[in-house]
């Protein structure tokens, strides 16, 4: 039986998802359909990609990941079936692939004109995604394209004793995640001490820890798996405790 995933921006008050799992249904009616979320603020394809890039790899090989938001009708971008480490992906061509994967994808086609008959890109990629799971392959609903759009994450930026950054991702918890990364801070970083100035508040050190481990209520900054510098409180919602909204910076500072 196929995994087929959905992220989207469709909300669930109305009938939109219910749209695109009967376009998948309907080529595929044994699809095993798991719903990630699709309370994405409408359009925010920086929050779906670190969605999709944090569960993805959780799913086996085979499992085809439907990634609808960011696009309102067919005339704004392509839409793309694209391979990755065995994984599909369904997407409009606004980005997104180029912000969650590390690298090119090994397949990338352009969904056929025939799935953008209807303007209405849940059922194109419903239907795209049904017919994957039947038994089809890429090159069967779509034409190969060797270019796609691009985006990165705003960087971090840096100079010998500070690193400056912005929160770029909440989640339901409060917890704030920047764009400063492991990566840049072990390089400018170089063991020396540091204190992470926030916008009403500071945090010296960067833990390895499980939330449980720290006393109820304790501020801590952490990695996260993917790399990115987390600031959370145990049991408490970092973003409004600390005032840490989108956007807002959070500089590291080299003693």
Known sequence: MSVITLTSD???KDYY???????????????????????????????????????????????????????????ESRLLAAQYNGHYFL??????????????????????????????????????????ASG??????????QSIVEKSYFKAVNQDDFISGNVFYIDYFGNVITNITKELFDLHGKG?????????????????VNYYEMPEGEKLAMFTNKGFLKIAINKGNASRLL?????????????
């Not at 540091?194 to 960067?206: G, P, V, Y």
């Not at 005032?243 to 003693?255: E, H, M, N, S």
């Open 10 to 12: 469709l909300g669930t």
């Open 17 to 75: 998802v219910g749209v695109l799992k009967g376009a998948i249904l309907k080529h595929c009616r044994h699809a095993n359909i798991i719903d990630i979320t699709h309370e994405v603020p409408p359009f925010d394809v920086i929050k779906t990609a670190i969605i999709v890039q944090n569960f993805y790899t959780f799913y086996s090989e085979g499992t085809i990941h439907v990634i609808a938001v960011g696009s309102g009708n067919k005339n």
């Open 91 to 132: 997407v409009p061509d606004n980005g997104l692939l180029s912000l969650f994967l590390n690298e090119p994808p090994q397949q990338v086609v352009e969904l056929h004109s025939s799935f953008s008959e209807t303007r209405k890109i849940k059922i194109s990629l419903g239907t795209a995604a049904g017919l994957l």
């Open 136 to 145: 089809k392959k890429l090159n069967d609903i779509g034409m190969e394209v």
């Open 192 to 208: 020396r001490n540091f204190i992470i100035n926030l916008r009403q508040d500071s945090i010296e050190s960067i833990m390895n």
């Open 243 to 255: 005032g840490l909204p989108l956007g807002t910076a959070v500089r590291i500072d080299f003693i």
